[in-house]
C-alpha cells in the first residue's frame, strides 16, 4: 500500500469541517457559497487595486492592453 504524505489542514479547512457537521438546506448552502465567492473576489479587486495605483496605471493603459495584439503567429 502506498502512502501519500499530506499537509496539515489549514485554518480555513479545519473551520468549514465544522460547517459540514451541520447538515444545510440548499437555500443556506447556495448563500454560504455565495459569501466566499464575494470575499475571495472583494480580496482580489484590493490586490489588483494596490498593484493598479503602485504602477500607476490609468483607464488609458486598459484601452491600450484592450487593443494590444499579442498573439503568436503560428508555424504551420
Do not use: C
Not at 496539515?8 to 451541520?22: D, F, I, R
Not at 437555500?27 to 475571495?40: A, H, N, T, V, W
Amino acid at each position: 500500500m502506498t502512502v501519500i504524505p499530506t499537509k496539515p489542514m489549514s485554518n480555513l479547512q479545519a473551520e468549514l469541517l465544522k460547517l459540514y457537521a451541520n447538515n444545510l438546506n440548499e437555500k443556506d448552502l447556495f448563500e454560504i457559497k455565495m459569501m466566499l465567492g464575494k470575499y475571495f473576489a472583494q480580496k482580489a479587486t484590493e490586490s489588483m487595486d494596490e498593484v493598479w495605483e503602485k504602477n500607476n496605471f490609468s483607464e488609458q493603459t486598459m484601452i491600450d492592453w484592450a487593443n494590444e495584439h499579442n498573439r503568436l503567429e503560428s508555424s504551420n
